[in-house]
């Protein structure tokens, strides 16, 4: 929860929930949505099928494989994001990174989040993630489905060298 209170920052836990994974995938579901209605009303037409089967597969194969990858990346991590240090939690283990010790964080955004837009023609443009580089060579990756906004979520680390940039296919790299 981010909440202020009399100047106090509260600390951020960052995990994947249900919430995030639809948050990811609202894209793709609303497309489904959509396609089935189309060929609801046109009594699922042989060729319309074929249409919009194909226009469906161009949307979600790429966003499954995002989901997938990132689903991967972060599962059984918690993070909790401090002003000034991030902890990570995982497999019962607890390392923190304090803010002298994180280079920079670069954070891989989709045009449209880039522009700060809720509006998505691609199921692929609700994917974003981040790239923590610390001094000591190591890098810890951060995905939407730990936030919806990992941007936002980041944000208030105080003294870190923050960067966004532009990905019009998010895969971790």
Request: proline share 2%; charged share 25%.
């Amino acid at each position: 929860m981010h909440l202020k209170m009399a100047g106090i920052q509260e600390d951020k836990i960052l995990q994947v929930t249900i919430f995030n994974h639809f948050a990811s995938l609202l894209s793709l579901l609303i497309a489904t949505i959509l396609f089935t209605g189309i060929l609801l009303y046109l009594r699922f037409e042989p060729d319309a099928i074929k249409i919009f089967g194909i226009f469906f597969l161009v949307d979600a194969i790429p966003a499954l494989y995002l989901h997938i990858e990132y689903w991967l990346k972060n599962r059984g991590e918690e993070y909790e994001i401090r002003d000034s240090e991030i902890i990570l939690r995982k497999h019962g283990k607890e390392i923190s990174y304090r803010n002298q010790d994180i280079e920079k964080i670069i954070v891989y955004l989709s045009p449209s989040l880039y522009k700060n837009s809720n509006f998505h023609l691609l199921a692929i443009e609700s994917y974003h993630y981040a790239k923590i580089r610390l001094k000591t060579g190591e890098e810890l990756i951060l995905t939407c489905l730990l936030a919806p906004r990992m941007d936002k979520a980041l944000k208030q680390m105080k003294g870190v060298l923050f960067e966004r940039r532009k990905k019009l296919f998010c895969a971790i790299n």
